[in-house]
């Protein structure tokens, strides 16, 4: 169950606005610290809605968010990383969303970029962007980042890259962002609840021919930035292998699935009309 706090920004939802709509999600554990310089270093008239999902944190998160006036969204009990990205996207779907921002309020990927994140979906060159800390020769260990997740990175992405045929320079950036029609075409409440989550949406996105594009970012880590243990860190690896072969091997089933969801999908919208 969760439970909804709205602040003032809600008697804004029906009015419609001269572009696509925009709305930010952060999905947001022991988030106190780290929230406001977040909310604060997002550009100025870029969001038209922020939401903030609080996954039952033990500290003042959800204070946090109220003050600062944004809608929380509150889980009773703590459901996991991919199940905190699920009431995101619901929250910003029924709220309306033509653009759906993920932005971690740990600071640890500046807002000030969501510009460039963005701009490949509103020209309609893309259908799910993200951000990537290794584009443009980026320097990742220069920022900040662990070594172990350095080398982790480096390894998962290349491994996938070679299963799936792809050339990205990351694949597992928290930073991204989708257009309303990708998240509804894709069963993502079928997804794991922890971190392998961001690999299953990114591998069906790619066995399903979306439109993605990577967009250069910094790196940035700081003591108060989230960050896995080296063992949560290697559970990630070894079920993002296992997901990508797996999904590779069963492209035909996943592909065929899609369609079947799809069909049944525009058939109701037809039924409707």
């Known amino acids: ?7 003032g920004v809600l008697n804004t939802l029906k009015e419609v606005p001269a572009r696509p709509k925009v709305i930010v999600t952060m999905p947001a554990y022991r988030a106190e610290r780290t929230l406001s310089k977040t909310l604060y270093d997002i550009p100025p008239d870029l969001a038209d809605e922020i939401i ?7 500290d003042n998160t959800v204070q946090v968010a109220k003050t600062l006036g944004l809608n929380v969204v509150i889980h009773q009990a703590n459901r996991g990383y991919g199940g905190n990205q699920k009431t995101c996207y619901d929250y910003a779907l029924k709220y309306d969303a033509d653009i759906v921002v993920l932005l971690h309020p740990d600071y640890q990927y500046t807002p000030k970029v969501l510009p460039d994140l963005i701009r490949p979906l509103l020209e309609n060159r893309a259908d799910f962007t993200f951000g990537s800390r290794f584009a443009n020769s980026g320097k990742p260990l220069q920022g900040g980042m ?9 390894f998962l992405t290349i491994f996938e890259n070679m299963v799936l045929g792809t050339h ?14 990708f998240l ?3 069963d993502y409440h079928s997804y794991d609840e ?3 989550f961001d690999s299953e949406m990114l591998i069906e996105a790619v066995l399903l021919g979306y439109r993605i594009e990577e967009v250069p970012i910094p790196t940035r880590y700081a003591a108060d ?3 896995t243990s080296i063992k949560a860190s290697l559970i990630y690896v ?3 292998m296992k997901q990508v072969v797996e999904a590779r091997l069963g492209a035909g089933e996943i592909r065929a699935r899609h369609k079947n969801r799809m069909k049944h999908k525009y058939a109701k919208l037809s039924t409707n009309l």
Request: proline residues 4%.
């Open 1 to 7: 169950m969760e439970q909804v706090s709205t602040s």
């Open 52 to 58: 903030v999902v609080d996954d039952a944190s033990p």
């Open 146 to 154: 662990p070594f172990y997740r350095y080398v982790g990175n480096r």
């Open 168 to 181: 990205f320079t990351e694949l597992h950036s928290g930073l991204k962002a989708y257009t309303r029609r």
């Open 184 to 186: 509804t075409e894709l």
């Open 194 to 196: 922890a971190f392998v």
């Open 225 to 227: 930035s989230s960050s």
């Open 238 to 240: 070894a079920k993002t």
